[in-house]
């Protein structure tokens, strides 16, 4: 039975962590899921997974001087922090939480602001201790730009390729090994993706929790809805004639990868 969980809220509240030590990239690079050496670049999205390929969290690595920030949804950032402290042993990190505010929009970008890495049309991010932000209805344009969200679309049971991670450059196939890199590349090479996001709009309302169903079986959950489009996790092998109690399917995006 595909269930969703609401016991979390969607996580529009972020914590700032702070990474320095002269081993804070090495040390990152063996744990995340995503090349830190991209930091050079500019902003690094990615993901901490279990050694099982699970999801723990996601985040953001802002390059900041010769420190790291990590943009997290702040319930997260304690269990983050403390995953971290176990990895850590004996390199020369030290983690610590900030008061670093993020602000996010989509007009003429501020001093010292990023693109958000996983797409263009997400628009900025800027850190400081002011509040920049924009009026964006965020949650229509994540099911526009299928962007799954922790609380909603992202929970403990999800694996990131169902997600749509690489989509989302959120992944780096080439960087070498990770805490869950097995998993995460036999799933990319070896397997056909079964399950994961997808984008449905409907012939009417839905709503956040509702059951999908195929010819009478279980196919998937509604999440982040926005009008009549949602985000969905989905049984792709019943993705025809998929539906709740009250509304049809029009069309069915898959969003996984």
Same mark, same amino acid.
């Given at each position: 039975m595909f269930t969703a969980d609401k016991t979390v809220a969607p996580m529009s509240k972020r914590t700032i962590l702070r990474i320095s030590g002269s081993d804070a990239r090495k040390f990152l690079q063996n744990l995340v899921s995503n090349d830190v050496k991209k930091l050079d670049q500019g902003a690094v999205y990615a993901a901490l997974l279990t050694p099982q390929g699970k999801y723990l969290s996601d985040f953001f690595l802002v390059p900041h001087g010769d420190n790291i920030l990590i943009d997290v949804a702040a319930p997260l950032a304690e269990g983050l922090m403390k995953r971290l402290s176990m990895y850590k042993l004996r390199a020369d990190v030290a983690i610590e939480t900030?008061? @670093?505010?993020?602000?996010? +929009?989509? +007009? =003429?970008? =501020?001093a010292g602001a990023i693109v958000d890495p996983r797409h263009p049309d997400l628009g #900025?991010? @800027?850190? +400081? !201790?002011? *509040? %920049?932000? *924009? *009026?964006? !209805? #965020? *949650?229509? %344009?994540?099911v526009e730009l299928g962007v799954p969200e922790y609380g909603m679309e992202l929970s403990e049971d999800s694996y990131i390729l169902e997600m749509g991670f690489a989509r989302l450059n959120g992944v780096d196939f080439r960087k070498g090994c990770y805490v869950g890199q097995e998993v995460t590349a036999r799933m990319k090479h070896k397997t056909e993706l079964r399950k994961g996001l997808a984008r449905i709009t409907f !012939? +009417?309302?839905v709503h956040s929790g509702d059951v999908l169903s195929s010819n009478g079986k279980d196919a998937g959950v509604v999440h982040t809805v926005s009008d009549t489009r949602a985000l969905c996790y989905l049984r792709f092998d019943r993705a025809e004639g998929v539906r709740t109690e009250t509304a049809e399917a029009v069309t069915v995006d898959p969003l996984a990868g």
């Amino acid at each position: 039975m595909f269930t969703a969980d609401k016991t979390v809220a969607p996580m529009s509240k972020r914590t700032i962590l702070r990474i320095s030590g002269s081993d804070a990239r090495k040390f990152l690079q063996n744990l995340v899921s995503n090349d830190v050496k991209k930091l050079d670049q500019g902003a690094v999205y990615a993901a901490l997974l279990t050694p099982q390929g699970k999801y723990l969290s996601d985040f953001f690595l802002v390059p900041h001087g010769d420190n790291i920030l990590i943009d997290v949804a702040a319930p997260l950032a304690e269990g983050l922090m403390k995953r971290l402290s176990m990895y850590k042993l004996r390199a020369d990190v030290a983690i610590e939480t900030t008061d @670093v505010q993020m602000s996010r +929009g989509r +007009g =003429p970008m =501020p001093a010292g602001a990023i693109v958000d890495p996983r797409h263009p049309d997400l628009g #900025w991010r @800027v850190y +400081g !201790d002011t *509040d %920049l932000g *924009d *009026d964006t !209805d #965020w *949650d229509a %344009l994540r099911v526009e730009l299928g962007v799954p969200e922790y609380g909603m679309e992202l929970s403990e049971d999800s694996y990131i390729l169902e997600m749509g991670f690489a989509r989302l450059n959120g992944v780096d196939f080439r960087k070498g090994c990770y805490v869950g890199q097995e998993v995460t590349a036999r799933m990319k090479h070896k397997t056909e993706l079964r399950k994961g996001l997808a984008r449905i709009t409907f !012939d +009417g309302p839905v709503h956040s929790g509702d059951v999908l169903s195929s010819n009478g079986k279980d196919a998937g959950v509604v999440h982040t809805v926005s009008d009549t489009r949602a985000l969905c996790y989905l049984r792709f092998d019943r993705a025809e004639g998929v539906r709740t109690e009250t509304a049809e399917a029009v069309t069915v995006d898959p969003l996984a990868g």
